[in-house]
């Protein structure tokens, strides 16, 4: 086991029963305050252990690299180091942060130095993201978006228990959590028209996926197999596909999803490492047909991450639309990332994949909008009274994940983006 897993580690932070940061997380990520320009943190309760101060301070001298990695604004120049080193430095946060080491906790000065509430700092992007992925890898979703644009018959495509279905999407959109969302424009063509018209889309909506993000890079025309793949993977995090389905309808054939997703993309801002997550590995879902031999990946594969969404209108209460697990997808990430690299693509550190949208098989399981309304038929009614088809301006949509066991919590914290109305130029 990861010695920074034990479920009877404690730290000398209080921690709420409910934080999704304890001990066992140590999650990565990006932040700044006005006296701290943009570094490298780790999340701990309440705080963020600023690890640049500790790099400064010499509490990384044993790992075998540079800490000055720490003091930059995205953490592409730490997770190109290698697993041995992510390892290796959330193992030593963790030393200095359980209760019965005081290199830290026994200098009060020094606890003021290093530690930043997370109410008085700011978030940022937590990778440069190279290249953008997104899959297709849920069963249930799969089928009900087949069932709406096509018909139950055909909901499956026949590709689609063969290989992971994906598409390159756009990274320069990719935004973290709390940067508000322009209404996109675009093209869109009523089924009673015979021509198409411009303007705000009509039917915005939220996609709940979870995405991985490399760490080590390959080569072009090398691939990597299932078995090695997790060896690629340096964390996760929730992350918001927003989408347009009036733009989609119109403008995705033959060629896939284009302008009616690339408008933005949100994700949440602490990357929770593959390591933490080794706790609450699962089983997937059995795969018939057998995947094609460089796509077998056996034993557990997936995790057990708990998903919800919330849905804010302005000035009211946020609740809950949709719960539902990571646990159900058909594809693994494993898989997907052997998938996109089995024509020799290269992979690149930072490159974002997502898992397409996560549904269950229930309603109230389902992951976006257009399911949940099954395309706006079925209108959500929501606690103060109003209803949704799908997005309207100014509403704010919240994704929130955590994995739990043996009283453990590891958490993912929240994407939360708030939807404001069209640019109209
Ligand atoms: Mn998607």
Redesign the pocket.
Same mark, same amino acid.
């Given at each position: 086991m990861i010695r920074a897993n034990d479920p009877h580690l404690h730290s000398w932070i209080e921690i709420a029963p409910e934080s999704d940061f304890p001990i066992q997380n140590l999650p990565f990520g990006i932040f700044s305050t006005p006296d701290r320009d943009p570094r490298v943190g780790v999340a701990i309760g309440e705080y963020i252990l600023d690890l640049c101060v500790l790099g400064r301070h010499n509490f990384f001298e044993l790992i075998d690299f540079d800490p000055n990695v720490f003091h930059r604004p995205v953490l592409n120049d730490f997770i190109a180091m290698g697993k041995p080193v992510w390892r290796a430095v959330r193992n030593r946060v963790s030393e200095l942060l359980r209760n019965n080491n005081e290199e830290i906790s026994g200098d009060s000065e020094l606890i003021r130095e290093c530690l930043v509430l997370q109410s008085e700092a700011t978030m940022h992007m937590p990778v440069k993201v190279p290249n953008y992925t +997104?899959f297709?890898s849920s069963l249930e979703h799969a089928t009900n978006v087949g069932t709406m644009f096509r018909d139950p018959e055909t909901a499956l495509l026949p590709n689609w228990k063969h290989l992971p279905v994906g598409y390159h999407g756009r990274a320069s959109s990719i935004v973290v959590s709390g940067t508000p969302i322009h209404r996109p424009k675009g093209q869109t063509k009523a089924a009673d028209q015979d021509t198409p018209t411009f303007g705000p889309s009509q039917q915005l909506d939220f !996609?709940l !996926?979870v995405a991985f993000i490399t760490g080590k890079e390959t080569p072009l025309g090398q691939s990597i197999t299932p078995y090695e793949a997790e060896e690629y993977i340096f964390g996760l995090v929730l992350f918001n +596909?927003w989408?347009a389905r009036d733009i989609q309808t119109w403008e995705y054939v033959p060629l896939g999803p284009f302008l009616a997703?690339s408008f933005a993309s949100s994700v949440s801002p602490w990357v929770v490492t593959l390591d933490a997550l080794e706790p609450f590995r699962v089983k997937g879902p059995e795969q018939i047909p057998k995947p094609l031999p460089n796509l077998e990946a056996l034993g557990n594969r997936n995790y057990d991450i708990h998903l919800e969404v919330l849905l804010q209108p302005q000035h009211k209460a946020a609740s809950t639309i949709s719960h539902t697990n990571f646990k159900h997808m058909y594809w693994s990430m494993a898989q997907q990332l052997a998938h996109q690299s089995s024509n020799g693509c290269n992979i690149m550190v930072g490159d974002l994949y997502?898992s397409?949208?996560v549904s269950g098989a229930r309603q109230e399981a389902y992951g976006s909008m257009l399911e949940l309304t099954w395309r706006g038929t079925q209108p959500l009614q929501l606690p103060d009274g109003s209803e949704r088809q799908f997005i309207q301006d100014y509403d704010t949509v919240i994704m929130r994940g955590h994995c739990e066991l043996n009283g453990i919590r590891v958490g993912f914290g929240e994407v939360r983006g708030q939807v404001l109305p069209a640019i109209q130029h």
């Open positions: +997104d297709y !996609e !996926e +596909d989408s997703k997502a397409g949208t």
